[in-house]
């Protein structure tokens, strides 16, 4: 177990973490099914599985960092480069890309719409998990190549500050702070990548990883609007019998 991922793993981060899935697994089974909630941590696990596979191809030391309320991380010992860090972190959306393949070929086998879901869910948190933004992958992609990308996402928030000011002053606040929020990024991702300067990518290798990080958005999203195409009439109402919080609903 030496080089084990859950080398340090006490027993009560083994428990903490039996007693998270369970919760995890009752609440969505709950709500949805017994399927979903399956398919959901499957889902999780195999994302950082994609993460861990990368990271052990560069030789790391890494370890299972466990599950949190909102997914689950690894830990990585070594000092990785600027390309390690990207492709490790890139490796997690892509390994949730498959999954959502996968789930896609369980639904025509099994003629399940569960299925369609979980494909459906792992597009959507894939493609959200490459923001461009710290916490997510997409961030430690971007940090490394091209730190100033995320400003492309301030005319689309400033636009919503203009649809919103009048009509709802607090959603227009929210797109304030995440404007802000962006901004502060670019400025941390840019101190950021002075102090890797020691690794700093050649511009073919930073253009090779970029062009990989832009082709999975497409991918991912180019997903979506096929599954929303293709089933949207098969989801939606299968959707509005689901017991999901009203909260919940209003995000889709
Ligand atoms: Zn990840």
Redesign the pocket.
């Known amino acids: 177990m030496q080089n084990s991922i859950f080398k340090d793993w006490t027993v009560s981060k083994w428990l903490l973490n039996i007693v998270l899935i369970a919760v995890c697994v009752y609440a969505l089974s709950y709500s949805v099914n017994f399927i979903f909630a399956i398919g959901y941590v499957a889902m999780l696990i195999v994302?950082?599985i994609g993460?861990i596979v990368a990271a052990l191809n560069y030789r790391c030391e890494v370890r299972f960092g466990g599950f949190t309320p909102f997914g689950a991380y690894i830990q990585i010992y070594n000092h990785t480069s600027t390309k390690q860090t990207a492709i490790i972190?890139l490796c997690?959306?892509f390994f949730g890309f498959l999954s959502s393949l996968g789930f896609l070929g369980l639904a025509y086998v099994l003629q399940d719409t569960t299925y369609l879901w979980l494909c459906f869910f792992a597009a959507v948190v894939s493609v959200m998990?490459l923001m461009p933004l710290h916490p997510f992958?997409g961030g430690k992609v971007i940090c490394g190549t091209f730190p100033t990308f995320p400003l492309i996402l301030v005319p689309f928030l400033g636009y919503g500050v203009y649809l919103t000011y009048k009509s709802d002053p607090d959603m227009s606040y929210m797109y304030i702070a995440l404007i802000i929020y962006v901004i502060w990024n670019v400025w941390k991702m840019k101190k950021d990548s002075k102090y890797k300067a020691l690794f700093r990518l050649d511009k073919a290798m930073n253009i090779q990883i970029f062009s990989f990080y832009i082709a999975m958005i497409v991918l991912l999203i180019g997903l979506i609007v096929v599954l929303l195409e293709t089933f949207g009439s098969t989801l939606w109402p299968n959707f509005q019998e689901m017991q999901i919080p009203n909260f919940l609903q209003g995000l889709f």
């Open positions: 994302h950082e993460h972190a997690g959306p998990n992958d």
